[in-house]
């Protein structure tokens, strides 16, 4: 069946060309059409990917009959009305993280993909790559004891890029290390357990207006406690460590955007030499995203099995990015805290 699904790709952004490049690597299906304001800009796109269709209405690509999954590539304040209209429309939907901007958005949204019964992910994609699957694999072992500390981190030079409506680093860079953590919860102490938190943080607001930089401290109900950083206004730096009784698993390759080689976490009891355990595949998180939709679709399923996320998931990531982006923004306003 894969072979005859088709994508249709919303957008023209970076981050579109780099889905575009998974699913020709990945190989199994085909994209049909792309849809863009800018007519220049969407045309030098549908020429650099081969794409044949080219849209500037995009309700009239998201109801082609042509077209089997949408993704959505949009600014985050905008995927809400889409994830709306591609579910409507009785399409497959992968829609960027982060889901939207607020939790009315998001239960909107995910209302409409369960009221339809559509396929649905959120490309949270490093989440797809056999790196993750090989963390849960190892946490699973129970080899370095019961979780007690969390520490995630995204920080990235994107600030000129990113859309103002989209409220900041949060949505953008610090839903990294808070699905990751959100995941490790859950696979440890179950669902109910990994919902119990408070959150505390500090923020600083960028040139936007928007939090440009904020530290999370999250303390959950069952004692264990984590450490999350983001920043979107200077350099590269990723990182993620699991602290448990017996010892610890510190990732040494960005855990945020694994490739086909070169991705390792370290496994360390304390005390003791560290294991490094190395994971090769044949593409990036991108390519394995593309090829879990297919998956699902060839077998209709609605969802992807965890590590990636559930519909239950996406809610569980936005209730805590809002929780963290609203600590964040009361720290600005006690402290006056602007652009440095």
Known sequence: MSGSIKWAILGTSFISGVMADAIKAQGQSTIYGVAGRNTITLAEFATQYQIPHQFTDF?????????????IALPNHLHHEYIIKAANAGKAILCEKSLSVDMPKTIESLDAVSQNKVFFLEGLMYLAHPLMQQLSKTLATGVIGEVKSIRGQYCAAISQFVNPASLGALFNLGCYPASLMQLVMQQQFGTEQSQHYQIEAIGRRGQDGNICESTAIVSYNNGVQC???????????????????????EFTSNPWLPESQGNQFTVRLYEQQAEVVNVETKGNGFYYQVEAVLNALETKQYTVPRPLVQLSDSVDIMQMLTTWHKAALESCAANHTTER
């Open 227 to 249: 450490h999350l950083h983001t920043a979107e206004d200077y350099g590269l730096h990723a990182g993620f460590t699991i602290l448990g009784s017996l010892g610890s698993i």
């Open 59 to 71: 309700d009239a690509l998201i109801n082609s009959p042509e077209v089997d999954v949408i993704y």
